[in-house]
């Protein structure tokens, strides 16, 4: 067969390829349609269950933040903080008070509520009803501890007798004593899905098919039977199921009938949301499109056994022509030139982009060596963009600290304090964010650090000291921005804070160097000291080969996600070279000294 069609003419062999390309595209538009029709159900679908499923967990979210805001008024009520701070014997009149302000609770804010419970650390629990504790061993929330946020638990039916075998949510809120923000207890509030079953409903624009939603465990949350609440899917009729990946489309077999399945995450809640739809329900308009596709074929394929000859007939002869004079060039007559014909269709400018190929051979030859130099200016230029990604790379570790004191001085401190944390942190923010310059003085560098070191002082007031010395004329230094706050705030993490605070760190600036007349041979050392726990051998050893992997490599093979230190290292290398950058000397138990290299350029 293979030889029979090498030896066939061109004209014959272009029939027989156009006749199979013909072909094989109007198969493949065949599948492709059905592909395409496919898709577009799965999509329309999933398109609509992604915009109901974004409505409902908006509303789920915003239905149990404003029943978790609902009890602030609750848990800090005198009486209720009374209960989970005094640890004594309450008489049935105190009992009957507590009891009291939990029913006015549910009176005023949700008449879903089917329980509350009332339980501090050393496990006493008062209820609305009175519930006995050895109905509630059962219960997910009795013996789990006590947590610093609010829990959810998915839909269950509940042992107790008042409610027993009633499906609920329960919401678990943390109780923090007013006087010392100690976790004092947790509020424990069982509701019915009344509510919730009202906006699902009101939510869906699109009543066909079936909605469920499961928990992270595969219970039942929601569902219009309400006999699955709180079931494990396998326990229901949905356990042939095969729940793959969130945030796709699958073509199942549910109940014996070929249906669309779809499954989204609820983030906030963990939840899955499934969507099940009769797909002959949605594949009407895609077998219309597959008879019309048909009839389109067979006529089609009737006129390209006409149309083909003509066509491969006129194709040929400009080929063959052009064949033999590619056969020329390729003995290197670069001389032969195509017979140019004004006009604009296919033939007329491959006969000229024949020519322009042969008159621009030699004149490209010539430019190989450009090109080469340009290969290497986009080297240069890759190095530059690295050392923008890497500087680029702040680490939340500050924001994060910041943030939470702010949040403590608000609550203990004065207003002043208040004013001199927010504007350093916003100088330092300030800082980070301009990268209009990569090198600055090294005056701006003390200046951002000290600014740092503020944030600092006003966390460990009493504990914490820090020793900047640096030698005026140093301070003219350029370098590289964003050098000593990474390590500042590295020391900060692993010496300072945790002895909560106490310690010191010191960064003094020497010149090194045996021509000191001439400052470019001379170099500024940096060393930032600490008296923190160290760093063990081995770790320091793997650190210190880091740095020199990064500058033997020239920091090539340096991934943008690292640490501070590698960072700084990194860009220092980059920028000034492999003699420049980082090294660490430790004593284990004692303290740890930073050494920042930079050539002294003022």
């Given at each position: 067969?293979?030889?029979?069609?090498?030896?066939?003419?061109?004209?014959?062999?272009?029939?027989?390829?156009?006749?199979?390309?013909?072909?094989?595209?109007?198969?493949?538009?065949?599948i492709?349609?059905q592909?395409?029709?496919?898709?577009?159900?799965?999509?329309?679908?999933?398109?609509?269950?992604?915009e109901?499923?974004?409505?409902?967990?908006?509303?789920?979210?915003?239905y149990?933040?404003?029943?978790?805001?609902s009890?602030?008024s609750?848990?800090?009520?005198?009486?209720?903080?009374?209960?989970?701070?005094?640890?004594?014997?309450?008489?049935?009149q105190?009992?009957?008070?507590?009891?009291?302000?939990?029913?006015?609770?549910?009176?005023f804010?949700?008449s879903e509520?089917?329980?509350?419970?009332?339980?501090?650390?050393?496990?006493?629990?008062i209820s609305?009803?009175?519930t006995?504790?050895r109905?509630?061993?059962?219960e997910?929330?009795y013996?789990?501890?006590f947590?610093?946020?609010?829990?959810?638990?998915?839909?269950?039916?509940?042992?107790?007798?008042?409610?027993?075998g009633?499906?609920?949510i329960?919401i678990?809120?943390p109780?923090?004593?007013?006087?010392?923000?100690?976790?004092?207890?947790?509020?424990?509030?069982?509701?019915?899905l009344?509510?919730?079953?009202k906006?699902?409903?009101?939510?869906?624009?699109?009543?066909?098919?079936?909605?469920?939603?499961?928990?992270?465990?595969?219970?039942?949350?929601y569902?219009?039977?309400?006999e699955?609440?709180?079931?494990h899917?396998?326990?229901?009729?949905?356990?042939?199921?095969?729940l793959q990946?969130?945030n796709?489309?699958?073509?199942?077999?549910?109940?014996?009938?070929k249906s669309?399945?779809?499954?989204?995450?609820?983030?906030?809640?963990?939840?899955?949301?499934?969507?099940?739809?009769?797909?002959?329900?949605?594949?009407?308009?895609?077998?219309a499109?597959?008879?019309?596709?048909?009839?389109?074929?067979?006529?089609?394929?009737?006129a390209?056994?006409?149309?083909?000859?003509?066509?491969?007939?006129?194709?040929?002869?400009?080929l063959?022509?052009?064949?033999?004079?590619?056969?020329?060039?390729?003995?290197?007559d670069?001389?032969?030139?195509?017979?140019?014909?004004?006009?604009?269709?296919?033939?007329?400018?491959?006969?000229?982009?024949?020519?322009y190929?042969?008159?621009?051979?030699?004149?490209l030859?010539?430019?190989?060596?450009?090109?080469?130099?340009?290969e290497?200016?986009l080297?240069?230029?890759?190095?530059?963009?690295?050392i923008?990604?890497l500087?680029?790379?702040?680490?939340?570790?500050?924001?994060?600290?910041?943030?939470d004191?702010?949040?403590?001085?608000?609550?203990?401190?004065?207003?002043?304090?208040?004013?001199?944390m927010v504007?350093?942190?916003?100088d330092?923010?300030?800082?980070?964010?301009?990268?209009?310059?990569?090198?600055?003085?090294?005056?701006?560098?003390?200046?951002?650090?000290?600014?740092?070191?503020?944030?600092?002082?006003?966390?460990f007031?009493?504990?914490?000291?820090?020793i900047?010395?640096?030698?005026?004329e140093?301070c003219?230094?350029?370098?590289?921005?964003?050098?000593?706050?990474?390590i500042v705030e590295?020391?900060?993490?692993?010496a300072?804070e945790?002895?909560?605070?106490?310690?010191?760190?010191?960064?003094?600036?020497?010149?090194?160097?045996?021509?000191?007349s001439?400052?470019?041979?001379?170099?500024?050392?940096?060393?930032?000291?600490?008296?923190?726990?160290g760093?063990?051998?081995?770790?320091?050893?793997?650190?210190?080969?880091?740095?020199k992997?990064?500058?033997?490599n020239?920091?090539?093979?340096l991934?943008?996600?690292?640490?501070?230190?590698?960072?700084?290292?990194?860009r220092l290398?980059?920028?000034?070279?492999?003699?420049?950058?980082?090294?660490?000397?430790?004593?284990?138990?004692?303290?740890?000294?930073?050494?920042?290299?930079?050539p002294?350029?003022?």
């Amino acid at each position: 067969m293979k030889k029979f069609y090498s030896n066939l003419a061109l004209k014959n062999k272009m029939i027989f390829f156009l006749l199979s390309v013909c072909l094989l595209s109007l198969l493949l538009m065949l599948i492709m349609i059905q592909i395409f029709f496919t898709r577009i159900i799965e999509d329309e679908f999933y398109s609509h269950l992604n915009e109901t499923t974004k409505q409902l967990n908006y509303q789920l979210e915003y239905y149990f933040t404003r029943f978790y805001r609902s009890t602030h008024s609750l848990i800090s009520n005198r009486i209720v903080q009374e209960f989970l701070t005094i640890n004594r014997e309450y008489t049935l009149q105190e009992t009957r008070e507590v009891e009291n302000e939990l029913q006015r609770y549910v009176l005023f804010n949700y008449s879903e509520t089917t329980n509350m419970f009332l339980i501090s650390k050393d496990m006493r629990l008062i209820s609305i009803y009175n519930t006995l504790n050895r109905d509630l061993i059962n219960e997910p929330w009795y013996n789990n501890g006590f947590s610093y946020a609010p829990i959810i638990h998915p839909t269950r039916r509940v042992g107790y007798a008042q409610w027993r075998g009633y499906p609920v949510i329960s919401i678990e809120v943390p109780i923090y004593n007013i006087i010392n923000l100690e976790l004092a207890g947790k509020l424990v509030i069982d509701f019915g899905l009344d509510e919730i079953t009202k906006t699902i409903e009101n939510t869906r624009t699109d009543k066909t098919g079936t909605l469920f939603i499961l928990s992270h465990d595969n219970h039942i949350v929601y569902h219009s039977n309400r006999e699955f609440l709180g079931m494990h899917i396998t326990q229901t009729p949905l356990a042939s199921l095969n729940l793959q990946d969130e945030n796709k489309v699958y073509m199942m077999n549910v109940s014996g009938k070929k249906s669309l399945v779809s499954m989204d995450l609820i983030e906030s809640q963990n939840w899955l949301i499934v969507s099940i739809v009769d797909y002959n329900e949605l594949n009407s308009s895609l077998k219309a499109a597959q008879v019309s596709t048909i009839t389109v074929f067979v006529f089609i394929m009737l006129a390209l056994t006409i149309i083909v000859p003509f066509v491969s007939g006129r194709i040929s002869k400009p080929l063959i022509n052009l064949t033999k004079l590619m056969s020329k060039v390729t003995e290197g007559d670069l001389a032969v030139r195509a017979e140019e014909i004004h006009g604009t269709n296919e033939y007329h400018q491959l006969n000229k982009s024949f020519n322009y190929m042969v008159e621009k051979l030699t004149e490209l030859m010539d430019t190989v060596s450009d090109l080469k130099v340009k290969e290497m200016a986009l080297v240069l230029r890759q190095k530059e963009a690295l050392i923008k990604v890497l500087q680029n790379q702040i680490n939340p570790h500050l924001l994060y600290n910041s943030l939470d004191i702010i949040k403590s001085i608000a609550f203990l401190e004065e207003i002043p304090q208040i004013v001199a944390m927010v504007t350093s942190l916003a100088d330092v923010y300030r800082y980070n964010a301009k990268f209009s310059e990569s090198e600055v003085n090294l005056y701006n560098e003390v200046i951002h650090l000290e600014k740092y070191l503020n944030i600092m002082n006003i966390r460990f007031p009493k504990k914490f000291k820090s020793i900047i010395n640096f030698d005026k004329e140093h301070c003219h230094c350029r370098c590289q921005k964003l050098i000593l706050q990474p390590i500042v705030e590295n020391a900060m993490k692993y010496a300072i804070e945790p002895k909560g605070g106490k310690g010191i760190i010191s960064i003094i600036s020497n010149l090194t160097g045996s021509d000191i007349s001439n400052d470019i041979s001379r170099d500024l050392l940096i060393k930032i000291s600490d008296d923190g726990p160290g760093i063990q051998d081995d770790r320091l050893d793997e650190i210190n080969k880091q740095f020199k992997e990064i500058s033997e490599n020239n920091a090539n093979n340096l991934e943008q996600e690292n640490s501070g230190l590698l960072n700084v290292h990194a860009r220092l290398v980059l920028k000034y070279g492999n003699k420049y950058g980082l090294r660490i000397e430790s004593i284990y138990g004692q303290s740890t000294d930073v050494y920042i290299r930079i050539p002294f350029r003022t």
